[in-house]
């Protein structure tokens, strides 16, 4: 099981977008060199908010190339990067990843996923309607989150456009992502 990074993003600043680069850095235990949300405690505004004191397990975001050819689909029109996202793949289903699975990016590179992005309205700030798209109910009324998902690095290194993806599910049994 595996797939590929299509585009990786980064920001300095905070804003909702981050711009796509032609690599970045991920250091172990704090996320992507440069990022506004690197760091061992919460970068997220509302996060630091509530609690500055919470560890960061938002450090790099992940988001599946596939969604924007689905939200496209209902038209909208969303890009790498678009969505604050870090690292854009194509080829793994994301969402369906149990919390602890690590993610080989590259080279070196190791992230272990810690949970569903918790979307917010400024995606509806960004295209009116999009939230509805990426925030839904399944067949038995359950929210279902599509919006990517969170991980922390665990090794750092290099990671690029074009970068393969290998997965190493944690022991059973398996734990659902939930939101964090």
Do not use: W
């Not at 990016?105 to 509806?124: F, K, M, S, Y």
């Not at 456009?161 to 059973?172: F, H, N, R, S, W």
Request: glycine share 12%.
């Amino acid at each position: 099981m595996g797939g590929t990074v299509t585009t990786v993003s980064s920001n300095g600043e905070y804003s909702f977008t981050k711009p796509n680069r032609e690599s970045i850095t991920l250091l172990a235990g704090l996320g992507v060199l440069g990022d506004v949300h690197a760091g061992v405690t919460v970068k997220h505004r509302s996060r630091i908010a509530q609690d500055p004191t919470q560890p960061n397990l938002r450090q790099v975001h992940l988001i599946h190339e596939e969604l924007f050819r689905e939200v496209a689909e209902a038209g909208f029109d969303v890009a790498p990067g678009d969505l604050g996202e870090n690292i854009t793949t194509t080829g793994i289903d994301l969402l369906a990843l149990p919390t602890g699975t690590v993610l080989r990016l590259g080279e070196e590179a190791e992230v272990e996923i810690t949970g569903l992005r918790n979307p917010c309205l400024q995606i509806d700030a960004f295209q009116d309607g999009l939230l509805k798209q990426v925030v839904g109910r399944d067949e038995q009324g359950n929210i279902v989150h599509r919006a990517g998902i969170m991980s922390i690095v665990r090794t750092g290194g290099v990671v690029m456009p074009g970068d393969a993806i290998a997965v190493e599910l944690p022991d059973g049994p398996h734990t659902p992502l939930e939101r964090v």
